[in-house]
């Protein structure tokens, strides 16, 4: 009776909360983006075509990611490794990607070495500098040089974890 009786309570003492935070979560995932490079320019591409329509861009990068996490479950990596490439592909391929995200992919470091995660945990402190601009000049735009460096290299590095994984899969073989 517990079971059934508590969560009715939370419902009915915070239902309007409850809604009011999903609301604003989905305004902010529909509406919002921040630090990926692969967002900005797909969504770039697609404005020339004349689709002015920033979901249509969150499409494709969801099939994007549906098909890295495809040919990730269907390799040979170990299992910690298939965890930690389909959180990287998740964050690489989203159109919002804050520091504290990357937490996840760092967590995977001591039993998985990743030079991506090491170097992305680094670099993306650097974003911030969006912050800065946006407070001195009242203006939200991404700091794009900061933004190409980070994910040229990310891509180059995760390119390299990648081939290590490939060459070594004794790696995390433990679980």
Not at 122 to 130: A, D, E, H, Q, V
Request: net charge positive; with cysteine; aromatic share 22%.
């Amino acid at each position: 009776m517990f079971y059934f009786v508590l969560p009715l309570l939370i419902l009915k003492l915070y239902g309007g909360s409850i809604v009011n935070l999903y609301l604003t979560m989905e305004n902010y995932m529909q509406n919002w983006y921040f630090n990926n490079l692969i967002y900005i320019i797909l969504n770039s591409l697609i404005n020339v075509i004349d689709i002015i329509d920033h979901h249509f861009a969150r499409y494709v990068l969801i099939t994007f990611f549906l098909i890295a996490y495809l040919l990730i479950l269907r390799s040979s990596f170990t299992l910690l490794q298939k965890l930690y490439l389909i959180s990287f592909f998740y964050m690489f391929l989203s159109h919002t990607v804050h520091q504290w995200y990357i937490t996840l992919l760092v967590l995977f470091l001591p039993v998985c070495f990743s030079y991506s995660a090491l170097y992305w945990s680094w670099i993306i402190g650097l974003t911030n500098i969006t912050v800065y601009f946006f407070l001195k000049n009242k203006i939200w735009e991404d700091f794009m040089p900061v933004i190409i460096i980070e994910y040229l290299i990310i891509a180059v590095l995760i390119f390299l974890d990648i081939k290590k994984f490939m060459l070594n899969p004794k790696v995390s073989k433990t679980l």
